[in-house]
């Protein structure tokens, strides 16, 4: 029976991190003693040549013992690095994967709180506007009333605009009680009135009385009383 061995991504990289994880465990367990214990072999190597204590030609046998128990200590620190290496790296990666979706859920929690709060306030600026009472559309004829009568006003001056608002007001009025509230015959606000409204047919007079033309009652109550 023929195995069929599948490739597997990275496999490369991911010895590679091993590697560097069992060094770097390694060097921050042994290295200090490794070097420590190298000094003083030589040290000690010196020392015993110099003093006579080592026989010639036993120099590299005395170096061998010496350094045979760290050689021996540097292999089992390897082995047992080697074998934690991968708990580590994995609890390494489920640590960031942890950092990661808690920063990606708190993101998702501020979107979501800011498109709610975008919601809320579009839905209350739309119940505003649905509560708010719209003016009611008008024909297009009381529109060009509402034109006319906004040119027939232009040469009313503020006295006899206020005139015209008490004529509109009261619905007709006769020539004494318009003088009498204007500033009486004097101020002649009777026949103001009828030079600048009669042409236009703004105003109508009968019988010494005065009343605004019923066509265009709507449309100057609109630019008198409305605004």
């Known amino acids: 029976m023929r195995l069929r061995w599948k490739p597997v991504q990275d496999i490369g990289q991911y010895y590679a991190r091993l590697a560097r994880q069992v060094a770097s465990d390694t060097r921050a367990q042994f290295g200090g003693g490794l070097v420590i214990g190298l000094a003083l072999c030589i040290l000690n190597g010196i020392v015993g040549l110099i003093f006579g204590w080592i026989p010639n030609g036993g120099v590299p046998r005395t170096a061998i013992i010496a350094l045979l128990p760290y050689a021996v200590l540097l292999v089992v620190t390897l082995l047992f690095n080697a074998v934690r290496a991968p708990a580590k790296m994995d609890n390494r990666r489920t640590v960031r994967i942890g950092l990661l979706r808690r920063s990606a859920r708190r ?73 009498l509230r204007f500033g009486g015959p004097t101020a002649g606000m009777w026949r103001r009135l009828l030079n600048k409204g009669i042409p236009t047919g703004l105003v109508k007079a009968d019988s010494r009385m005065l009343r605004i033309n019923p066509e265009l009652v709507n449309a100057l109550a609109f630019h008198l009383l409305g605004k």
């Open 107 to 179: 993101r998702f929690t501020e979107l979501r709180d800011a498109k709610n709060g975008e919601l809320s306030r579009l839905t209350e600026r739309l119940r505003q506007a649905e509560a708010t009472p719209k003016a009611p559309p008008i024909s297009v004829i009381e529109q060009r009333r509402r034109d006319l009568v906004a040119e027939y006003l232009k040469p009313f001056d503020a006295d006899e605009i206020k005139a015209l608002r008490h004529v509109l007001e009261s619905g007709q009025v006769n020539v004494q009680q318009l003088e």
